[in-house]
């Protein structure tokens, strides 16, 4: 188990709502990267926060937003869902440094359905 | 063209059997590659890393190299039933991880 958890575990919503799903990053850790992973696909990467601001943004929509708090915990928050937007959010943390090796530790993952 | 690239499987094995397990990429610039292993409805684990060119070895499993292919690969030796997962190729690129799209693996007893 790596420490990092994220709530809730399974999330039913219907499309147009709006979602907010939640991540503690492990101990030590003070960088948080959010990935939607589709079924039978690889992660894909949504966003990572530093230092509580966003720090690079994969191909994603502005209605996908985050935040960061002092703690290093984190909120990924998704508008106007789209039926396409069901799949594993996955949390994943890791330590910033200079080194390009990027270890990045994931969470059990959010399942939303949108309806 | 994707810049990572796995063989979606699903891969069969017997019990003791060595598992084979590859990635292409496109991008020579790449220097550190990772291998997650995730069982199903969990989330990815990091099962080893390496760097540049070259062989690791942890206990079963091996990680290979070879940038002049762009070929990554994980053997795992004497696999085993806890060993059925999908296994996950991914890259390290600024701050993200590009991922592959996986290779399902079943071992059966």
């Known amino acids: ?115 | 063209q994707k810049e990572v690239e796995q063989d979606p499987g699903p891969l069969s094995v017997p019990e003791g059997a060595i598992v084979s397990l590859n990635c292409t990429y496109s991008n020579s610039a790449f220097q550190y590659f990772m291998w997650y292993r995730q069982y199903s409805r969990k989330g990815p684990e990091l099962l080893m890393y390496t760097y540049s060119s070259g062989n690791k070895e942890d206990g079963r499993f091996t990680a290979q190299v070879d940038k002049s292919s762009k070929y990554i690969s994980l053997f795992i030796r004497d696999s085993q039933p806890s060993d059925s997962a999908t296994y996950l190729c991914a890259i390290p690129a600024g701050n993200m991880l590009t991922f592959g799209g996986g290779t399902r693996l079943m071992v059966k007893p």
């Open chain 1, 1 to 115: 188990e790596t420490g990092v958890t994220q709530s809730p575990t399974h999330l039913i919503k219907t499309r147009g709502q709006q979602v907010t799903l939640r991540c503690s990053s492990q101990s030590g850790h003070n960088t948080v990267s959010w990935y939607q992973q589709a079924l039978g696909q690889g992660p894909q990467f949504i966003f990572q926060y530093y230092r509580e601001e966003e720090n690079g943004r994969g191909n994603f929509p502005p209605r996908f937003s985050g935040l960061q708090f002092p703690n290093y915990s984190s909120e990924l928050n998704v508008n106007a869902l789209e039926l396409d937007d069901s799949a594993l959010y996955l949390c994943a943390s890791s330590y910033q440094t200079s080194g390009r090796r990027n270890e990045q530790y994931f969470g059990p993952g959010t399942r939303l359905t949108v309806t």
